[in-house]
């Protein structure tokens, strides 16, 4: 079965950095597209980032130069380091799976972790 | 940078109508790439439709997608209790996703 499980969300404050977690099992993080997409609270979902089966890495213009998504492969997890942050990266944070069966639709979400930047 | 607009903002209905549900493109998009989520409150969105039209695993029938270029639907032919939620449409290019502002179906 497959299931996405972040991890690490919690209150920062503005200009501080925070690394959130998604543990990945059923399948491996390394062999697919991974993502991450947001929500502000009462707002609607925002993409933030991707990474390729093959390591590249694609952001959204709004986290550009100050998010950093990454992956451990010997552990099947994914990573987003978020630097510099704002109080408009206050969000939940959810892990998705890109579904290459599904046309790079997201067929997979975790249950989402909440960020709180503020002071 | 692709935007998705959705209308309604809001509908609300009846369990047993029909809902339409609609998304439009700032520019022309590929079908292959346009889907539809659906998303309750206090839950991650869940994926419906995938290349405009297919249905994704375990999604029942009455919930279809249609639509080309700029112009794509939702329809949701008899709605019950539990389709009441918020509905996004999202598109992919050159690996770069968006999500339209999502369409609320509510209880009327």
């Known amino acids: 079965e497959v299931q996405l499980v972040e991890s690490g969300g919690g209150l920062i404050q503005p200009g501080g950095s925070l690394r959130v977690s998604c543990g990945a099992s059923g399948f491996t993080v390394s062999g697919n597209y991974m993502s991450w997409v947001r929500q502000a609270p009462g707002k609607g979902l925002e993409w933030v980032s991707v990474i390729s089966s093959g390591g590249r890495t694609y952001y959204a213009d709004s986290v550009k130069g100050r998010f950093t998504i990454s992956r451990d492969n010997s552990k099947n997890t994914l990573y987003l380091q978020m630097d510099s942050l704002r109080a408009e990266d206050t969000a939940v944070y959810y892990c998705t799976r890109v579904a290459d069966g599904y046309n790079q639709a997201f067929d997979y979400w975790g249950q989402g972790t909440l960020v709180t930047v503020s002071s | 940078e692709i935007v998705l607009t959705q209308s309604p903002g809001t509908l609300s209905l009846s369990p047993g109508e029909r809902a339409t549900l609609s998304c439009r493109a700032s520019?022309?998009?590929?079908?292959?790439?346009l889907a539809w989520y659906q998303q309750k409150p206090g839950q991650a969105p869940r994926l419906l439709i995938y290349g405009a039209s297919s249905r994704a695993t375990g999604i029942p029938d009455r919930f279809s997608g249609s639509g080309s270029g700029t112009d794509f639907t939702l329809t949701i032919s008899r709605l019950e209790p539990e389709d009441f939620a918020v509905y996004y449409c999202q598109q992919y290019r050159s690996s770069l996703w968006t999500f339209g502002q999502g369409t609320k179906v509510e209880i009327k």
């Open positions: 520019q022309s998009i590929t079908s292959s790439y």
